[in-house]
């Protein structure tokens, strides 16, 4: 049996603000909402086994000029199906996944609360102790990753 995980853990969660921005999660019914449409697999990964209740996230604007964490959600219900993958009607639908053995899942986040200003990518390339973050290192595309407790802090104090 695995051993129980007593420490908060941090994650970062990048969307373009044109396809789901953080007010968007904001005006969500209950400022919540499923965080659906993940087509990556260790992206897919991270969600199921490793995002619990009660962990922290930062929400990143990509694609977008300029790219910035914007905002902090929690997560508010661990790994569970992600059923758009089994409509045919929704962009995300994947064939190959079937309701008895789901490929993807997702995870349920909520707004906490908006940033007073973005935190750019440039800004954060700038700060010391993040030069390891996952979202810094070149080629990281991923839209769900880790940030270590240390990078959290930093962030959160700049």
Not at 32 to 41: E, Q
Not at 88 to 98: E, G, Q, T
Not at 108 to 114: E, I, N, S
Not at 115 to 141: D, F, H, N, Y
């Amino acid at each position: 049996m695995p051993a129980a995980r007593s420490a908060r853990r941090y994650w970062l969660v990048k969307s373009e603000p044109d396809s789901f921005s953080f007010h968007d999660l904001l005006a969500a019914k209950g400022r919540t909402t499923c965080w659906d449409g993940v087509r990556n697999y260790q992206a897919r990964n991270t969600m199921r086994d490793d995002m619990k209740k009660g962990d922290l996230v930062f929400f990143y604007h990509s694609s977008t000029d300029p790219a910035a964490i914007v905002g902090i959600a929690e997560v508010t219900r661990e790994a569970y199906p992600d059923h758009t993958a089994l409509d045919p009607a929704d962009s995300h639908f994947d064939p190959k996944s079937k309701a008895e053995s789901p490929t993807w899942w997702m995870v349920d986040l909520k707004a906490v609360t908006t940033l007073a200003q973005p935190i750019t990518l440039a800004q954060l390339r700038g700060v010391k102790g993040l030069e390891k973050m996952v979202l810094l290192q070149k080629g990281s595309r991923l839209s769900v990753q880790p940030v270590s407790g240390k990078e959290w802090e930093i962030i959160t104090l700049l």
